[in-house]
């Protein structure tokens, strides 16, 4: 079991950066971890995702070469750099944990409060 932190959202201008953190209570290494976002009246959509030790990383094609996911497992965090935000980036962004590392909202078992992020134009 695992207990999720986010924090490092906040209001930032198109072309600005933030990096998220989220924060994690519990057997952390056991554990792939996701980053996804969403809007209201939208589903949750995935970002990115590592595997347990970093050796794997997924990316939806929208953030490719812009958002950057990384785990420090002797910190028990996780972390999302978003470069080159665009106003389209504005939602409030939740970390995840699964057992292995996907692409699938369903496949991840525990979620944190989520940060907001927002970004203007």
């Known amino acids: 079991q695992v207990q999720l932190v986010e924090s490092g959202g906040g209001l930032v201008q198109a072309g600005g950066s933030l990096r998220l953190s989220c924060a994690a209570s519990?057997?952390?290494?056991?554990?792939?971890m996701g980053w996804f976002r969403q809007t209201p009246g939208k589903e949750r959509e995935f970002v990115a995702a590592?595997?347990?030790?970093?050796?794997?990383?997924y990316y939806a094609d929208s953030e490719k070469g812009r958002f950057t996911i990384s785990r420090d497992n002797a910190k028990n965090t996780v972390y999302l750099q978003m470069n080159s935000l665009k106003p389209e980036d504005t939602a409030v962004y939740y970390c995840?944990?699964?057992?292995?590392?996907?692409?699938?909202?369903?496949?991840?078992?525990?979620w944190g409060q989520g940060t907001q992020v927002t970004v203007s134009s």
């Open positions: 590592v595997s347990k030790k970093s050796l794997t990383t």
């Open positions: 519990g057997t952390f290494g056991r554990f792939a």
């Open positions: 995840a944990a699964a057992s292995s590392a996907t692409i699938t909202t369903t496949d991840y078992d525990y």
